[in-house]
């Protein structure tokens, strides 16, 4: 059965600090998505990962792909409050739908 | 915009009562999902559908039953809802099974 970890669940940020949240998943996948939920609000896509090594950057996101270590990170530069939102990672293994991680919240203060 | 509607938006409801989510999406996804998504818990599977008429169970699928007949339309039923079923419903679609899902707006449901 395929487990995502996310960690930490909670982060509180200081603007203009760096970042990093960890998502660890249980089976050989080579298939991982990251999502923003803004409060009340549906899930929106970020990046997608379809291979070992794989780094996608968006602004001050960036995301990266181990699939051996079975480990993808999103790194956040030099926080800004706009980032504040919860973060999902998913995990697409062989023959079964999308399992996601619980989430991490990023409070980003000044 | 993945093109995908869910309705109601928002219901309350009477525990022992049966509810009906819809979603309907327009842009031909082979799969349509339904998850849940509650404090402490993220997103959970609780039913997926891969064709017409095709279905299969996902993690919390208890209490619950789907149905897609049509494309564009997946329905989730509570038989008799219950106050553990309160929660937000999402839609999501994709074209492959583990490829990436696309979201509709979600439905708060609470079981009074």
């Known amino acids: 059965e395929l487990k995502v970890e996310q960690n930490p669940l909670f982060l509180s940020m200081q603007e203009g600090k760096n970042y990093t949240i960890y998502c660890n998943y249980s089976t050989t996948s080579d298939r991982l998505y990251w999502y923003r939920q803004d409060p009340g609000k549906s899930l929106e896509s970020l990046f997608v990962?379809?291979?070992?090594?794989a780094v996608k950057q968006e602004g001050r996101l960036m995301a990266s792909l181990d699939t051996k270590a079975r480990l993808s990170t999103l790194h956040i530069t030099a926080a800004v409050h706009d980032l504040s939102a919860t973060y999902f990672c998913a995990v697409g293994a062989q023959g079964t739908a999308l399992i996601f991680g619980k989430g991490t919240t990023l409070s980003v203060s000044s | 915009d993945a093109g995908i509607t869910q309705s109601p938006r928002h219901k309350v409801t009477e525990t022992g009562t049966p509810v009906t989510l819809r979603c309907h999406q327009t842009?031909?996804?082979?799969?349509m999902y339904w998850y849940r998504q509650d404090p402490g818990h993220g997103l959970r599977l609780i039913h997926y559908s891969y064709g017409v008429k095709d279905t299969d169970k996902g993690e919390v699928s208890d209490g619950y039953s789907v149905s897609r007949s049509k494309t564009e339309d997946f329905l989730l039923t509570l038989e008799s809802a219950t106050s553990s079923q309160t929660s937000v419903y999402f839609c999501?679609?994709?074209?492959?099974?583990?490829?990436?899902?696309?979201f509709g707006q979600g439905t708060r449901l609470t079981v009074v």
């Open positions: 842009e031909n996804h082979r799969y």
């Open positions: 990962l379809l291979s070992n090594g």
């Open positions: 999501a679609v994709s074209q492959g099974v583990n490829t990436e899902a696309f």
